[in-house]
């Protein structure tokens, strides 16, 4: 007994080592958040099972005694840590499943399905982090083009995975124009955002005020803590400060999905005020996240003072504010939620219809092919604000996109005239 017992030992260890020689240790250093976590049991192995995240984000299908054995599932999102594909653009957030339990592999393949929001028809595949060699590799999978989704079917009990589009080119030629736009911004920047090359700028280095465009780090920050964003919430009128705001009323229940949408669709300060409370955490270690990630971006002139940008000491640069914005789109709720021209949200409680529109009046332009937009206004003189704010992100390309940043416009309509002059000057000279 001591000898088999000895053998089963020597056997596990040789696993682990064969384990971690292919797949590397994990990094310790990504930012981890749990999205779907379930122990299932022998009985409820030997049916079929879907595991899913909120809003079906990842899909996994395990079939009939795939397993055999008791076993805890989790799928995770990996937030930081992993370098890019060279020559590949990620269009989904990064994410982690496991099934964990008497070190069981699976007998029958474990098929996953990882839907997209990217329109074009270009070959998309997922890809495999191996964290021996630091590096994505492409896995056989299958593109799922008429559903928007990859299709991966594996023996793996473990990875992290993501799906990836091909960028046609990995460089671009800017042929700029004699005379770039003038622009009544007191700043404003446009960069190709895979490069971070600087195609437009005037003053893109001035410190101004964030204004509204500071919920992006905030919506941004929120997902990090909540991301079941269908979770029934109840609204409280403590959460009104003033300002820009969607009149939900106290107690009232409303999906955590509908007060992340009035924060970036409608610039509600309420609710943005919602969602900081709906992450647990006290207003001063919520800024303390906000200054911190600006700090990890490598973002020096950019600060935090409040959640909203009602705060006048909320300061960025134009350039910095694009960098930022590319940081904040990546999630696909973020997308979602900041190209969304029309939002009605639903109060369970009283029955209630809450209506609000974005307030990007040129959201949908038919000239763009918008991939993310957020307003910001803050009075100046007591108030303390440099007027209208303004950023857009645009395709140009199959994978590629450009960001156009306008700080300090007198006027709305004339950030969107601003933008608009800029974004063209640039999409003119990439042609």
Do not use: C
């Amino acid at each position: 007994m001591k000898i088999k017992t000895n053998l089963n030992i020597k056997i596990i260890v040789w696993l682990v080592v064969i384990i971690t020689i292919f797949f590397g240790l994990p990094n310790l250093a990504s930012a981890e958040q749990l999205l779907y976590s379930h122990t299932f049991d022998q009985n409820s192995l030997s049916q079929l099972n879907y595991l899913t995240s909120d809003g079906g984000r990842i899909v996994i299908r395990l079939n009939p005694a795939t397993f055999t054995q008791n076993l805890l599932a989790e799928i995770k999102i990996i937030d930081e840590g992993r370098t890019e594909f060279s020559g590949y653009r990620r269009i989904t957030d990064i994410y982690r499943f496991s099934f964990s339990g008497m070190g069981e592999w699976p007998k029958r393949p474990i098929i996953i399905l990882l839907p997209h929001q990217d329109e074009i028809a270009t070959p998309k595949f997922i890809g495999l982090w191996n964290s021996g060699t630091q590096k994505w590799q492409k896995m056989d999978s299958i593109n799922l083009t008429y559903r928007r989704a990859a299709r991966l079917s594996t023996m793996l009990p473990f990875a992290t995975i993501a799906v990836f589009e091909k960028i046609n080119n990995d460089d671009f030629t800017f042929n700029a124009a004699a005379s770039a736009p003038s622009i009544s911004a007191k700043a404003g920047i446009v960069i190709e955002e895979r490069t971070k090359t600087v195609l437009f700028e005037k003053e893109s280095g001035k410190s101004l005020a964030q204004a509204s465009l500071t919920k992006l780090a905030t919506a941004r920050n929120f997902l990090k803590h909540k991301s079941n964003l269908s979770e029934l919430v109840s609204y409280s009128y403590l959460d009104n400060i003033g300002g820009a705001t969607v009149p939900f009323i106290n107690n009232d229940r409303l999906l955590m999905r509908d007060l992340f949408f009035a924060s970036l669709v409608a610039s509600a300060n309420n609710a943005t005020r919602s969602l900081e409370r709906l992450s647990g955490l006290s207003d001063a270690n919520y800024l303390a996240e906000l200054n911190n990630h600006a700090k990890y971006l490598g973002l020096t002139e950019t600060v935090f003072r409040d959640i909203t940008g009602l705060n006048p000491g909320n300061q960025t640069t134009a350039l910095e504010m694009a960098i930022l914005a590319s940081d904040s789109l990546k999630p696909l709720a973020m997308l979602q939620a900041t190209t969304t021209h029309q939002y009605a949200a639903f109060g369970q409680s009283t029955g209630r219809i809450y209506s609000f529109r974005n307030t990007n009046e040129i959201l949908n332009s038919p000239h763009y092919y918008i991939t993310g937009s957020k307003t910001g206004y803050l009075p100046d003189g007591s108030y303390g604000g440099d007027g209208y704010n303004l950023m857009m992100r645009v395709r140009y390309q199959t994978g590629k996109e450009i960001i156009g940043v306008v700080l300090g416009s007198p006027t709305r309509d004339q950030s969107y005239q601003d933008v608009q002059n800029i974004l063209n000057y640039s999409l003119n000279g990439l042609k």
